[in-house]
């Protein structure tokens, strides 16, 4: 890929392997991010405080269809990857086509295994390939206040309510 922060994992596990001999903390996330919104920012930043180095694994167009449903993802991996690539806290990004992100950490091999906090060092679903990995897991973010799917509805539900209020009101308009 052209940008300087975009790397297929095949690219990627050279580069993290020099930079673990180098004495560099590896810490890899990752997640959809369809729409960024501030949870996302607040994830990634903590996430990065974790470690030197910051990997972000960002679900293909493919995977977030099959995790999501119709519709998603509203806008493609390429873009996605951009965007996150373009924050000054993420040194990598790959796209990966997998349900989740256990392959990717058993290729990389981490030392940190960062989630939101929508999870739990529990109820994370690759905790037992971190494990065997020997990578720790974090919980970074905060409070989640509101998820992309969340914000979509709200959306929909918005323009659906000026579509029936302006409906209502060319109804109103041809009865005078």
């Not at 673990?20 to 607040?42: A, P, Y």
């Not at 977030?64 to 965007?83: F, H």
């Not at 290729?107 to 960062?114: D, E, M, N, R, V």
């Not at 929508?118 to 390939?129: A, G, I, S």
């Amino acid at each position: 890929m052209t940008n300087k922060k975009i790397y297929t994992l095949d690219e990627l596990i050279p580069k993290l392997d020099d930079l673990k001999k180098q004495g560099q903390t590896i810490v890899l996330t990752n997640g959809c991010f369809d729409l960024i919104h501030l949870g996302h920012i607040r994830y990634l930043r903590e996430a990065k405080a974790q470690g030197n180095i910051l990997v972000v694994a960002i679900n293909s167009d493919q995977s977030v269809y099959q995790l999501k449903g119709p519709g998603r993802p509203l806008i493609d991996e390429k873009q996605r990857a951009q965007i996150i690539s373009s924050f000054e806290f993420v040194d990598f990004v790959t796209i990966f086509d997998d349900l989740t992100v256990e392959n990717i950490l058993r290729q990389l091999k981490p030392h940190i295994h960062a989630k939101g906090s929508d999870y739990t060092k529990e109820t994370v679903p690759e905790k037992e390939t971190a494990k065997a990995i020997k990578a720790q897991i974090a919980i970074t973010g905060g409070p989640k206040v509101r998820s992309t799917s969340e914000i979509i509805d709200e959306i929909r539900q918005r323009f659906k309510d000026q579509a029936n209020d302006k409906d209502k009101n060319n109804n109103q308009a041809s009865k005078k």
